[in-house]
């Protein structure tokens, strides 16, 4: 059984029994809706690798769901974190403030892409930041109504999941939602109408966006536009430039604050530090979470300094909020990010996985009687995607396919994990100090796997 290549190394069957036992155990105890990607269970991990309980090393394409842009336990990162325990847990900082969550507030607004005087404050959640950039924009413009788009993920408390726009799972059975929410669609390029340019239906979005003043919600009454600069749940997709241009100048034009939610799109994983500096939008505020703290729980907004000082004392807030081990940590990620240029390694990745992606395209077109196919490359950085369809015509998702391609992997060592309002797209995030032979190894076990599933 024992699979032995230069990073992977299985020497049990996947599961292997302590797995096995583990995930038995966990069944009885454990809210279902808490359901199990992986039927491994973790001992350690370090860089890209995780080690799991019955000794297995696989190669994590994961990186807990785009927390670890600086891989599982970074040395300088877990000492930052064992010092920061070791000198105090918490304090709640609004009774004892603390200077690492300052510094990281200097730290975070330097690098946030808004214009003018900006402040920072942090919460525990994405959805969190979420929340509170919200009843920021709300309080500063005196105004209700917030535009989200298609295809948008920003959470899962009442207003995340009400901004959120996949239905199943993320809504369906939960109603009522949060009022004052308005969708609009969002280009996504690769399923625009048939025989409709690429620029007439980036067009034809912001059009919408600007009817939406008209028929949806009155500018006197909308306070907020939010959107993710690349799409992450939503499948991988990267807002066209045209478009955010649109929808910068209709917010100006209307008192409308421009939120950018870079959960997922931040921390250099587009190849920029905010994925909104390569696509020329300005937001008024900047969300952060997931990699600001591998994975510590602890968000971020970053944003206009009238905006953020709306709200007046104590509106804002949490007992745990910005805790004083995460901002230690927070601010020993920057650190690694810039002493390892993780930024510039996240271009360098994402042309490997591009290429790569290419690749295995091709192989799918070529393997005789295929019923697999890429039919869309895109992202930005390393944070790319390949949509799977049945057939490259009729664009038909092969979102089953993905799962097969997933739970092979898994058995063979790669945890990858998908996205998008299909189901059907394969994403990276990688941590972003991999190794390129690491990713390499991982990318010919997809590839192998995705090769197989094609075959049927
Ligand atoms: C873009 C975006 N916004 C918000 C969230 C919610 O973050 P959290 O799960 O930490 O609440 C996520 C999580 O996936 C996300 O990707």
């Known amino acids: 059984m024992a699979v032995q290549n230069k990073a992977i190394k299985l020497v049990t069957a996947i599961p292997g029994p302590k797995s096995k036992a583990l995930t038995t155990a966990k069944e009885k105890v454990v809210a279902d809706a808490l359901s199990l990607h992986v039927p491994v269970i973790i001992k350690e991990a370090h860089g890209a690798l995780v080690t799991d309980a019955d000794g297995n090393v696989f190669i994590d394409l994961a990186g807990g769901l785009g927390c670890l842009n600086v891989g599982h336990s970074h040395p300088k990162v877990v000492k930052a974190i064992q010092d920061a325990v070791a000198n105090f847990t918490h304090t709640d900082f609004s009774v004892i403030p603390y200077e690492s969550y300052i510094t990281l507030s200097e730290r975070l607004i330097a690098l946030a892409p808004v214009k003018g005087p900006k402040k920072a404050a942090f919460f525990n959640s ?68 048939d025989g409709m340019s690429e620029k007439a239906y980036v067009k034809f979005c912001g059009d919408a966006l600007e009817k939406a003043l008209l028929i949806q919600v009155h500018p006197d009454d909308c306070a907020a536009i ?195 309002i299909y189901g059907n797209v394969l994403r990276m995030l990688i941590p972003l100090v991999i190794p390129t032979d690491v990713l390499n190894e991982a990318l010919d076990v997809l590839e192998q796997v995705a090769l197989e599933v094609a075959k049927g």
């Open 126 to 193: 994405g959805a969190e930041a979420v929340e509170n950039a919200v009843k920021m924009a709300r309080k500063f413009t005196h105004k209700m109504g917030i535009i989200a788009l298609e295809g948008a993920f920003h959470g899962r408390t009442n207003m995340a999941m009400s901004l959120t726009s996949k239905v199943k799972p993320y809504k369906s059975g939960f109603g009522p939602f949060a009022p004052e929410i308005y969708r609009v669609p969002a280009p996504y390029v690769y399923r625009r109408p």
């Open 226 to 420: 939010i959107f993710e600069p690349q799409q992450g749940e939503g499948g991988f997709i990267p807002l066209h430039p045209d478009y955010l241009k649109r929808m910068q100048e209709i917010a100006r034009k209307n008192n409308i604050v421009l939120i950018a939610d870079e959960i997922q799109s931040g921390y250099g994983r587009t190849g920029t530090f905010f994925a909104c500096e390569q696509l020329g939008v300005e937001p008024d505020m900047i969300l952060v979470g997931k990699s600001i703290a591998v994975g510590l729980p602890i968000s971020g907004v970053i944003g206009r300094k009238d905006i953020l000082d709306a709200p007046p004392d104590s509106t804002i807030g949490g007992t745990y909020v910005g805790n004083p081990v995460a901002c230690s940590a927070a601010n020993a990620v920057l650190d690694v990010i810039e002493e390892e240029g993780l930024v510039k390694r996240a271009a360098e990745l994402g042309k490997v996985i591009r290429d790569r992606f290419v690749t295995m395209a091709k192989k799918l077109e070529a393997t005789p009687g295929s019923k697999l196919f890429i039919g869309d490359i895109r992202g930005l950085g390393a944070m790319i995607g390949a949509e799977f369809v049945k057939d490259t015509t009729t664009k038909e998702p092969a979102a089953s396919e993905v799962n097969a391609i997933m739970a092979k992997g898994i058995s063979r060592g790669v945890i990858s994990v998908k996205c998008g």
